[in-house]
């Protein structure tokens, strides 16, 4: 019985294995997983690739990959060491859930003293002093209400 449950599990982890591998419209959805939660398609050079973290844009890609002294190849190509030292210098920075779950606090923090940038943020109104008489229209825009039912 035993036997019947490991190979069982054998057959849906090769089960498994080919639908991520299997081409979808004549291409492959394949990633390479970062660190926890974080990939990046492995079909890029890193400077393309690592922005799709969010958190890292295109200055933070170079650097970090000046940092490891690391050439810019595609993702497909790094040997697992080198995908671990990646890993290992994004743990650096607050980025993905992490980053978003901040700025919330810091924005929702703005909105609970009442200051002007979170009166702004409450609004739905552009916070840095942009002008809105002829931008930001979808900003001012009021959300109309759904007209009452007559019965």
């Not at 901040?102 to 979170?118: A, F």
Request: glycine share 6%; hydrophobic share 35%.
């Amino acid at each position: 019985m035993f036997g019947l449950r490991s190979s069982a599990s054998v057959v849906s982890n090769l089960r498994l294995q080919l639908l991520q591998s299997s081409p979808i419209n004549g291409q492959r959805a394949r990633c390479i997983n970062v660190k926890a939660g974080m990939e990046i398609p492995d079909d890029k050079r890193l400077e393309f690739a690592l922005p799709y973290i969010h958190g890292i844009g295109r200055a933070r890609a170079r650097q970090i990959l000046s940092e490891l002294n690391m050439e810019n190849k595609l993702a497909k190509e790094l040997t697992k060491r080198e995908v671990f030292v990646l890993g290992e210098e994004l743990s650096k920075y607050s980025l993905g859930k992490e980053l978003r779950s901040c700025v919330e606090r810091d924005v929702k923090r703005l909105m609970d003293i009442r200051c002007y940038r979170g009166a702004r943020h409450s609004d739905g109104l552009p916070t840095r002093g942009q002008r809105t008489k002829t931008n930001a229209r979808t900003n001012k825009s009021q959300k109309l209400p759904v007209a009452a039912r007559k019965t």
